[in-house]
Each structure stands twice: as structure tokens, then as C-alpha cells.
């Protein structure tokens, strides 16, 4: 089984309280007790498309972001998310221009909090018509911002920034087996609790087609939620 690389610091990892995020919250914890650090920070974010039922869903995805921090033990910060702007702005922005925005924000965040890495746990699906373009344009993004943000890097901040993609080009099948390698709680994600809501609905569905297996359940780890 493919177990990407991640990284062995303290990090700000962007969560939309999902599957990959769920994985990165997982194996940042795993990271802070094997190298001793200080447990890393969750941001909600959305990245996705926008839908008519983003304020719907966003709600419910903090309170699952939360649930997750708690579980394993990491910081979150409530004041701190990453959303698109109200749906009178949003019509006038695109996907991309979403995702450059909040990219930009959250590594000005990270290195001002003294963190030299951004989580970004996209993961480009194997049914998205022009994959491959997709694929290399998240990793551009990331690298670019990465960059630019780093020029502004003073004595006051951490000295440089990178942005990671560590689950972009995984494959469903290798996302289903990571998942259920290190057993996450798959019944934390945010569509799991967010009733009639109909991209929950479609999500959870999307869910059941890659990984049809019984998923195993992770019992909560020692610690409390904490927040800064």
C-alpha cells in the first residue's frame, strides 16, 4: 500500500472535516508522538466547488472539525476559517480564485504563528474529466503561493513556507485502503451528521462506491480539544 510522505513538523493543516482531511489529522497526531512536537492546528476550509447549500454545510463541517481535533488531540482554531465569501460575492469568483485566496490567507497565518508548513489535503478524484491538468495545477498553486508568501518571511515569523499535497493524485482505491489502514473514524466526517443536506446525502453515497467495506472505528484518544 502507497503511504504518502508527511511532513514530521508542526503544521496548519486546512480541514473540510472529509476523508483526506480526516487522514492528515490522523497522521499529524501519529507525527507529534513520534518526534515529540507540539500538536498541530486544524483551520476549517472549504475548497470545493460552491453550492446553494454552503451555508448549510458549513456549520456542520466546523462542529465536525472540532469533533476531529478532539479525538486526536490537536489544536483548533475557531476564529480562523477559511471560507468563500457571502453568495453575493462568491457568483463573481471562481474555483480557482477560491482556492489561491484561501491558500494565500492560511500560509500568512501559519508563518505568522511560526510554522513553516500548510497541509492542504486536496485530492483530485479519478473521475474528474481532465485529471492530470488538475492534478498539476493544485501542486502549482501550492508551490507558487508557497513562494510568494516566503518573500514576506522576517525575523518575526518563521523563516520560510511550504504548502504540501500529500494525498492530490492518490487514487480511490488508495485513499479507501490508507483510510482504512490507519482507522479513522469515519463516522466524524462532516456529511455523517448533516441529515437531508443533499451533498451530504451525495458524498456519503460517493463514499459507500469506493470503499463498500465496513469501516473500522478508531476509539478517542486520551486529551482534550484545545483551542488559540
Not at 39 to 46: E, G, K, M, T
Not at 121 to 136: C, L, N, Q, T, W
Request: proline residues 8%; negative net charge; glycine residues 2%.
Amino acid at each position: 500500500m502507497i503511504v504518502p510522505r508527511f511532513t514530521p513538523e508542526q503544521c496548519l493543516i486546512l480541514t473540510d472535516a472529509d476523508i483526506e482531511s480526516l487522514i492528515a489529522t490522523a497522521m499529524a497526531s501519529e507525527q507529534q508522538s513520534i518526534n515529540s512536537i507540539d500538536p498541530s492546528i486544524l483551520a476549517p476550509a472549504w475548497w470545493a466547488k460552491n453550492s446553494d447549500e454552503l451555508d448549510l454545510v458549513l456549520p456542520v463541517l466546523e462542529s465536525a472539525a472540532r469533533s476531529q481535533a478532539e479525538i486526536y488531540a490537536l489544536h483548533v482554531l475557531p476564529d480562523h476559517a477559511f471560507y468563500p465569501p457571502d453568495s453575493n460575492e462568491s457568483a463573481q469568483i471562481t474555483t480557482s480564485i477560491q482556492q489561491s485566496r484561501m491558500l494565500l490567507d492560511a500560509a500568512y497565518l501559519a508563518m505568522q504563528l511560526g510554522l513553516k508548513r500548510v497541509v492542504w489535503p486536496i485530492r483530485i478524484p479519478e473521475s474528474h474529466p481532465d485529471r492530470i491538468a488538475a492534478i498539476g495545477e493544485a501542486i502549482d498553486r501550492a508551490m507558487l503561493i508557497s513562494r510568494l508568501v516566503s518573500i514576506d518571511a522576517n525575523p518575526d515569523t518563521a523563516p520560510e513556507l511550504l504548502i504540501e499535497t500529500p494525498f492530490v493524485d492518490l487514487s480511490d482505491d488508495q485513499i479507501a485502503d490508507l483510510a482504512q489502514d490507519i482507522a479513522i473514524p469515519i463516522d466524524t466526517c462532516w456529511w455523517t451528521g448533516a441529515g437531508d443536506i443533499a451533498m451530504a446525502q451525495q458524498r456519503s453515497e460517493a463514499w459507500k462506491t469506493i470503499d463498500p467495506r465496513q469501516s473500522a472505528m478508531l476509539e478517542p484518544k486520551p486529551g482534550v480539544r484545545t483551542t488559540i
